[in-house]
């Protein structure tokens, strides 16, 4: 399976009219998992890398709720670089998939869904662990 077989983008549905607009996401409705952590990315310059691991347990759900980011993702053979700017996109990143945040718009907000908790021993800090 392929890397862009692995992590693809999620459109989500917008409901709106004159007031503004809005978007739902449902653990394992309009995801593919129940959702246990949610954390945000702000305020990071565009030179800064974020992200920098694999995990072993956790799946990802990242959305550019403002502004925009790129994503270069990783399985260890192949890379990926995917360009995150709509609201209402997310991009699936299963476990054992290396990624970096980067290239931050000014006003950059990016939302982190995640079906596992926190646990510093699940994560991989080293690409060449997993080739």
Known sequence: MSLKDKCYLINFKEF?????KLVAIEGKKTIPFDIKRIFYIYDSDSNVIRGQHANRKSNFILISICGECKIKLSDGKEELIVYLDK??????????????????????VLLCLSDQEYLEDEYIRDINKLK
């Not at 991009?91 to 290396?98: D, G, N, T």
């Open 16 to 20: 709106g009219d004159s007031r503004g």
């Open 87 to 108: 609201r209402n996109v997310g991009l699936y990143i299963p476990k054992m998939i290396w990624k970096d945040m980067y290239d931050f718009s000014d006003n950059a």
